[in-house]
Nanobody, 123 residues
Framework: QVQLVESGGGLVQAGGSLRLSCAAS????????MGWFRQAPGKEREFVAG????????YYADSAKGRFTIFRDNAKNTGSLQMNSLKPEDTAVYYC????????????????WGPGTQVTVSS
């Protein structure tokens, strides 16, 4: 199994940027598809972005396209989510997740989850 811990959240003004990181430990990180999700108060957890095991394929929710970029560094067992042009509606707890399947999936059916990091965007 793999353990995940997010970092990099915080308070930022609208239009600003943040870079979230996900540190993985345990089994080989490159064995897992990685995803980023977020959950705002009173809302369901939603998919933000996903990246294949090698990093060669990525997929984004419409809300993230053109503003967010997902990365991974398998040599360092880390993943990242660069978030630009942030909006107040991006305010949420952000989670990284991993699963051992082949495909990037957009549902919450990932096996492993980090505890989350809070992102707050002020207007």
């Amino acid at each position: 199994q793999v353990q995940l811990v997010e970092s990099g959240g915080g308070l930022v003004q609208a239009g600003g940027s943040l870079r979230l990181s996900c540190a993985a430990s345990g089994r080989t990180f490159s064995s897992y598809v990685m995803g980023w999700f977020r959950q705002a108060p009173g809302k369901e957890r939603e998919f933000v972005a996903g990246i294949s095991r090698s990093g060669g394929r990525t997929y984004y929710a419409d809300s993230a396209k053109g503003r967010f970029t997902i990365f991974r560094d398998n040599a360092k067992n880390t993943g990242s989510l660069q978030m630009n042009s942030l909006k107040p509606e991006d305010t949420a707890v952000y989670y990284c997740a991993a699963h051992a399947g082949e495909m990037i999936i957009t549902t919450i059916r990932y096996t492993y989850w980090g505890p989350g990091t809070q992102v707050t965007v002020s207007s």
